[in-house]
């Protein structure tokens, strides 16, 4: 607290993200990134960019990134797209504020779940929006009935975070149709494991914003990329709002390594590929180790064991160097939440989950 503070620094409450330790020999399944690196061609077209004259500013509309990623999803998709559907921030995390600015200031308050990305409640906070937590079913799904009630706006996780469950693109649309006087925003920072993207709907509605992320299925988290897509206008409106704050958010490195990472398909999906297998045998493991898994269409799963409970095993995994994430908040203090590792990786966690629960039982 100081006198120098402006009255609305007072009263936030900041994202905590999830820890970054310095020690390097840790199994670190905790915050989501990729166990893979990143395309090779990445690093060549970063390094190629290092000859750009850095003396100069960057193209402030990233115009290279936005045709790739237009033509990426007008390949992937059957919408026509055009980089006037693209915006790009600096991360997705930047997108989700400018969106929240720009977008979701209403006199009805801005919809989403009780369990989701734990950012979503502290933009409302920054922007003095307000909103309304729509409690999940009791079986960690989301029930789209539920979000038939006046509002400002509609924000979900799809897939969901922490929990990994995804919404039918069926139910997206039909949230579409029933709200075509708000902005339904769905961020999908783990679709490509899985799940189905809404880009095939934005011609169809304009009232659909998708926020996607190079952080996760393209191993780019320290590059720092996102980007956005929808009708013309909404993405007017995050320009506008872009414009007022920081007109360059990416640099020239980002730039070229983000457009080098959208264009090498088949990397992407080799490497999605591998997350999903992973994942598929992490689940079945722990299942036989008495623990319920949600099912996962994301890079991490969410499980609670039948005995001991997540606070303990957190930190016993700890103690075998392995971190992972476990939340504080009701209803969900019982679970874990473990990134999908190296197929090695999962192996020591195993292992060390099997040690730790004979010690236990
Ligand atoms: C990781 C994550 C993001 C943020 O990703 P960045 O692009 O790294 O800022 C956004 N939404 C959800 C749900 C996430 O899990």
């Known amino acids: 607290m100081s006198k120098f503070w402006s009255k609305i ?205 190079l952080s996760k299925s393209r191993s780019l988290a320290g590059l720092r990329v996102g980007f956005a897509i929808g009708n013309e206008s909404l993405i007017e409106a995050l320009i506008r709002v872009k414009d007022s704050f920081n007109s360059y958010p990416l640099d020239k490195l980002a730039i070229a390594g983000a457009t080098a990472s959208i264009e090498d398909k088949q990397y992407f999906d080799d490497t999605c590929k591998k997350v999903i297998a992973t994942r598929q045998y992490l689940t079945e493991q722990l299942n036989t180790l008495n623990f319920s898994v949600l099912p996962s269409m994301a890079n991490f799963v969410f499980c609670s064991h039948d005995s001991i409970t997540a606070d303990v095993l957190a930190a016993e995994l700890r103690t075998h160097n392995i971190i992972v994430r476990h939340f504080t908040q009701a209803r969900i203090d019982n679970f874990l939440r473990i990134s999908i590792g190296t197929d090695l990786e999962t192996k020591t966690l195993l292992n060390a989950l099997k040690t730790i629960i004979s010690a236990r039982s």
């Open 9 to 213: 620094v007072h009263d936030l409450t900041p994202y905590v993200p999830g820890e970054q330790p310095r020690v390097t020999n840790l199994v670190k399944l905790n915050t989501n990134e990729c166990p893979y690196p990143p395309s090779p061609v990445v690093l060549d077209r970063i390094k190629e960019a290092t000859n750009d004259d850095l003396r100069l500013y960057p193209d402030p509309d990233a115009s290279q990134l936005k045709a790739a990623i237009a033509k990426h999803f007008s390949g992937q998709t059957s919408s026509t797209l055009s980089s006037n559907n693209v915006f790009i921030g600096n991360g997705s995390d930047e997108i989700l504020a400018h969106t929240f600015q720009a977008l979701f200031k209403h006199d009805q308050p801005l919809l989403f779940p009780d369990i989701s990305y734990s950012f979503y409640p502290v933009y409302c906070n920054l922007y003095q929006i307000d909103s309304k937590k729509i409690p999940l079913d009791s079986d960690f799904s989301i029930n789209i009935d539920d979000y038939s009630i006046p509002n400002g706006g509609i924000i979900i996780p799809n897939p969901n975070a922490p929990t990994g469950c995804a919404l039918s693109l069926g139910d997206i649309e039909t949230l579409l149709q029933r709200n075509p006087d708000a902005v339904v925003a769905i961020d999908e920072a783990y679709v490509d494991f899985g799940a189905n993207t809404a880009v095939s709907l934005i011609n169809q509605y304009p009232n659909l914003l998708v926020i996607q992320t």
